[in-house]
């Protein structure tokens, strides 16, 4: 959707990710740093940016404005309007992102890459195989949440990143934001990494079980 954007917001170092200075991406990040918390909001910004220079390092041609508007949205869902809709908080998220993307007539191919791209973001091992914009939503998640691909960047590229979006306490915050996220909605973890979560920080949580899912259905052996 965009090509030869230019923006002042740009990181230090040799990989000079830029911000797209579109109509859609300041719109974006008005309403996410007015609708998300400030770790989210952050963290949101990191991901395009690791995204971006993962992006790069794989040699992927991709659309910026979408893999923005993709990372801006990809945590939307942990809101506390839509704990109780018992929903994955990833659909939730991707289905906002759509409805942004719609009202401005951005073409359906292009809205479902980002909705894809957000849906699948827990989803290990299927992203990467998907389109640019697909795979490195994830690849910044992965990067900022997980440290997979850590020593892929250069120091000073990371470290510029983290200088324009600290991270102070992430780990103890981000893991507070999943909780408080998914706990009213425990059944949508089945399957997903966010059991896991569950699993450490709400007594009581008893995760789904596939094997006993198949054994105890109700067809006949």
Do not use: C
Not at 7 to 31: N, W
């Amino acid at each position: 959707m965009t090509s030869g954007t230019t923006s002042t917001e740009q990181i230090a170092g040799t990989a000079g990710v830029l911000v797209p200075d579109t109509r859609l991406a300041r719109e974006a990040t008005e309403l996410i740093r007015d609708t998300t918390s400030e770790l989210i909001y952050h963290h949101s910004r990191r991901v395009y940016f690791f995204g971006s220079l993962q992006g790069r390092r794989r040699d992927l041609g991709f659309d910026p404005e979408l893999l923005y508007i993709g990372a801006m949205f990809h945590d939307v869902g942990l809101n506390e309007e839509f704990r109780t809709g018992g929903r994955r908080f990833e659909v939730d998220s991707a289905d906002e992102a759509r409805r942004f993307l719609r009202s401005y007539d951005v073409p359906e191919d292009s809205v479902r890459r980002v909705w894809t791209a957000i849906a699948l973001h827990t989803t290990p091992g299927i992203p990467e195989h998907m389109e640019p914009e697909v795979a490195l939503v994830t690849a910044g998640v992965e990067y900022d949440v997980l440290g997979i691909g850590y020593a892929d960047l250069p120091a000073d590229d990371r470290e510029a990143v983290v200088a324009l979006h600290p991270r102070p306490d992430f780990k103890r915050r981000i893991l507070a934001a999943f909780t408080d996220g998914i706990r009213p909605r425990p059944e949508t973890t089945f399957g997903n990494v966010k059991a896991d979560v569950l699993q450490h920080y709400v007594p009581g949580f008893r995760r789904g079980d596939f094997v006993r899912t198949i054994q105890d259905s109700p067809w006949a052996e």
